[in-house]
Every structure is written in C-alpha cells, then in structure tokens.
C-alpha cells in the first residue's frame, strides 16, 4: 500500500509526497534524500522509510535531532494507519492509502492545471473590473474549497478597499477576515497559507481570527512591477487540514495572472491621461 506524507512547510502550505513499496525512502536535508526537508534542525539523512509487506511501512530514526510521536521519541516505528510525527521541529503526517486514492490525487493535479489553464482564458478576455473581481472569487472558492473569497487591494496610502465583491463581510465596517494575516503578506510580499489556525500560536490569539471563527485562511500578494498592491484572500470558518503546495501554487499562478491584467489596467490608464 503505497504511503502518503505530507511535510508542513514555513509559508504554512504543506508538501505531500507519495511512497511505493519496494524501495527505501530517505528523508534528509541532503540534497540526495528521497524527500528533502530544508530545516538546519533536520540531520541530513534524518529517517529511512520502507515498506515491509503490501499494508505496512517501517520508519527508522538514523538522526541527531530525533523524531518524535505525541512529544515522545520514537527510534523505529511501525505504520500501518495514519500517524501525526514530528522530525525534529517539523511537523509530518504519514497516511497509508490505496493505490486508487493515489490516481485520484494525481487527478487532482491535472483537474487544477485545466482550471488555471480555463481561468487564464477568462481573465484574459475580462475587460470589465467587477467581472474580474468576480472571476477571481470564483477562482478559490471553487477549486480550493474555501466558503468566502475577494480580490482586496490597497489605494497609495496603504489603506485596504475592503468593498470588493460586493459581499457584508468584505466591507470595510464589518470586515470579518483576518487582517493580521493579510497585513502580514502585504509586508513580506509573499504567501502565507494556514490550513489549521487553532494549532497555530503566532495567529491563534488574533483578535479577529477569535472574533471571526476563522479556521483557515490563504493571502496571496498581488503585485505590479514587483511590488504588492493587495492580496487575493480566501479563508474557511468550517475547518481544513492544511493547503498543499498545489494548491498554493494555483493561488500563486492566479496571483500572477490578476497582477499582469491590472498591470495593463494601468497602463491603458495612464495612456488615457496622456491623450
């Protein structure tokens, strides 16, 4: 049965990558591991995985830094149902599945690309900016499964135009998404993606992601020439895992497609002024 492990990553996302039987998997900080784990509390051959017959999967500890099951460390292991271990300081889920679930999560990919490639047409073809607004929300929430969605950008002096979308939530007034999270893309100009808040100490204690009940939430920094001038916000009140890298780089490629459109927005309008 092959083996999913999904390892978290800084930016909140979360790498997944799929195991088979018949072979031994290095998981390091090693460029030459299997699975590479860039952490410098990561050894560089921290763990080997292997699977010992077709419905279980041995992992062994080769590490300075331990791994470590409910705070406990673990020095071999046997994995025969899903496990939640910590190598080192990072967080992993290992999940056996069945090699139908495999074709379903390649499927996943492919269904993704064809969206972006469906979503590109449209946004190309959008003259309009409410229709783009739109497009964009449509966007996440369809194919990341988030409940609320919107396309925020910030005037010259930095302030948010929370009314986008046209939805209560997104006004200004009653904004209920969290701002500490898209405050903090707008600074870093780059992704931040939480699939699980409540296990997150640095975001856990916002007022507004208390207030608000929010459980998950991505914000991707949309830019003109380098520099952001809003974010693409979804978030989830209901709960999730977590965002894999697929789905960020979705995000991230959309990101990208609204920033050259409004790129050109601008320029048509400086043209305009000229004339």
């Known amino acids: 049965m092959p083996l999913q492990i999904a390892v978290s990553q800084p930016n909140g996302s979360v790498a997944e990558h799929v195991l088979f039987e018949g072979r031994q998997y290095r998981i390091g900080r090693a460029q030459n591991a299997d699975i590479i784990i860039a952490h410098p509390q990561i050894s560089r051959l921290h763990a080997e995985l292997q699977a010992t017959n077709d419905s279980l999967w041995q992992l062994n500890d080769t590490s300075s830094t331990g791994c470590f099951s409910g705070g406990v460390p673990v ?45 590109q047409n449209q946004l190309q073809n959008c003259n309009d900016s409410s229709a783009l607004i739109h497009l964009a929300r449509e966007c996440l929430i369809q194919s990341l499964a988030c409940e609320r969605a919107s396309l925020i950008l910030f005037d010259e002096e930095n302030k948010a135009l929370f009314g986008l979308g046209h939805e209560p939530w997104m006004n200004s007034e ?102």
């Open 75 to 119: 020095k071999n292991i046997a994995i025969n149902k899903p496990q939640h271990l910590f190598f080192g300081p990072i967080s992993c889920k290992l999940t056996p599945v069945e090699h139908s679930k495999v074709i379903q999560l390649d499927s996943q990919r492919v269904w993704r690309e064809r969206q972006l490639k469906r979503y």
């Open 174 to 275: 009653n904004f209920t998404g969290s701002r500490t999270i898209i405050r903090r893309t707008m600074e870093t100009n780059a992704v931040l993606a939480v699939g699980n808040i409540v296990a997150d100490n640095s975001l856990n204690a916002q007022q507004s992601i208390i207030r608000n009940g929010i459980q998950a939430a991505i914000s991707v920094p949309v830019c003109i020439d380098g520099k952001p001038v809003g974010v693409l916000y979804a978030d989830s009140l209901v709960g999730r895992r977590y965002f894999t890298e697929t789905d960020i780089e979705f995000a991230r490629s959309l990101a990208n497609l609204l920033s050259l459109r409004l790129l050109f927005h601008a320029i048509e309008h400086k043209l305009y002024l000229i004339n």
